[in-house]
């Protein structure tokens, strides 16, 4: 299998290293999927592949390359960003982001769209035959169910639990570290980009942060990578990062354990 430079890699040794060897052993002694010890490498966006949607005119540009994406793999990751709020309130979502297998994300600033565009988000998340990761689902579920009308998720997968099913003797498993932060460089060996926290104060602004984009496309980017690592080791098969998915012939796991709904 020819291997394709991607958007979002994991450590350069640690491919090499999976790529040598195509058996795995699931037992404590590891750090990352690979065996090697978590180093807090990267992850490397560029400007062409995280894409923010403000507008109209963006929205019908990109949403339909992101739904022909999702179209052909039938998975999304998805993740919810909004102005932090006191006990009691509701959660305002500002930003809806969502990625592929193809390794690009998608960040819809929902205040910014029309009530159509929005509608088609709406029922993208509704469509059944399509599985829609997280990490933290219902937190997330939660926030679209009150900031979206007649917001409805179906096929929903949390990425914690396909990790406790897929590496249940994994360190990360046994010591609770199942925060996407954590499940990053734990499997995978990377860390996410800074971020302060009064940056989340500005995620309304008229004008987002670079560093705030760069984090929002991460959170769904990293979510595509462990997805596809965690099928490529329940198959036995060669780490992959998502420009692979060109290359590979994906079939989903048995989701009927994984608790949809």
Not at 126 to 136: C, R
Request: hydrophobic content about 40%.
């Amino acid at each position: 299998m020819t291997v394709m430079h991607s958007p979002l890699l994991l450590c350069r040794s640690c491919a090499r290293q999976l790529t040598r060897n195509r058996s795995f052993n699931s037992k404590l002694s590891w750090t990352t999927l690979t065996g090697e010890k978590a180093r807090g490498g990267s992850i490397f966006l560029n400007e062409n592949n995280f894409f923010l949607i403000d507008d109209s005119f963006k929205f019908e540009t990109f949403y339909s390359k992101m739904k022909s994406e999702i179209d052909r793999t039938n998975i999304l990751t998805f993740d919810t960003e909004f102005i932090p709020y006191s006990h009691g309130e509701k959660p305002d979502v500002q930003l809806l982001q969502i990625g592929t297998l193809s390794g690009n994300s998608y960040l819809f600033r929902t205040k910014f769209l029309h009530q159509n565009h929005l509608k088609m988000i709406v029922e993208l998340f509704g469509q059944h035959g399509v599985t829609k990761i997280a990490s933290g689902l219902m937190n997330d579920e939660n926030a679209l169910n009150s900031s979206l009308p007649d917001f409805k998720l179906t096929e929903g997968m949390d990425i914690q639990h396909l990790v406790i099913v897929v590496l249940p003797d994994h360190e990360a498993v046994l010591g609770r570290k199942l925060g996407l932060k954590s499940l990053a460089l734990n499997l995978l060996g990377y860390r996410f980009p800074r971020l302060d926290f009064s940056d989340y104060h500005r995620i309304a602004d008229s004008y987002l942060p670079d560093r705030l984009v760069r984090y929002a496309s991460a959170d769904v980017l990293s979510l595509v990578d462990l997805y596809l690592n965690l099928y490529c080791f329940h198959h036995k098969l060669p780490l992959l990062t998502p420009g692979d998915v060109h290359n590979f012939e994906f079939t989903q796991f048995n989701l009927e354990k994984f608790k949809l709904r």
